[in-house]
């Protein structure tokens, strides 16, 4: 019933700067553990940054000093803030988190949203 959506993809000049955010479409009380991943066209699905219930972060080496996640609990939203961009950063980005709503704890994807980094 819950869903995640992430928003804030685009097209982005190398060098330039994006913000994704991921929300519930429905009334939850928190995003526990959540992780950002992606896909480009003809590779796999790749871990891109992970925030822990406690706040433990985690980066993939290809994305560190540029790209920041975080979340905002009154918000009830997950951010990867994207600087720097590169070429090799275009994909399709998705969320994934732990929903934690009045009767329970729910695994659950968002549908994507493209970045797309070119000249």
């Known amino acids: 019933q819950v869903q995640l959506v992430e928003s804030g993809g685009g097209l982005v000049q190398p060098g330039g700067s994006l913000r994704l955010s991921c929300g519930a479409s429905?009334?939850?009380?928190?995003?526990?553990?959540a992780t950002w991943y992606r896909q480009a066209p003809g590779k796999e699905r790749e871990l891109v940054a992970t925030i822990s219930s406690g706040d433990i972060i985690n980066y993939v080496d290809s994305v560190k000093g540029r790209f920041t996640i975080s979340r905002d609990n009154a918000r009830k939203t997950v951010y990867l803030q994207m600087n720097n961009l590169k070429a090799e950063d275009t994909a399709v980005y998705y969320c994934?988190?732990?929903?934690?709503?009045?009767?329970?704890?729910?695994?659950?994807w968002g549908q994507g949203t493209q970045v797309t980094v070119s000249s």
């Open positions: 994934k988190g732990f929903v934690v709503v009045a009767y329970g704890t729910y695994s659950n």
């Open positions: 429905g009334s939850i009380r928190r995003i526990d553990s």
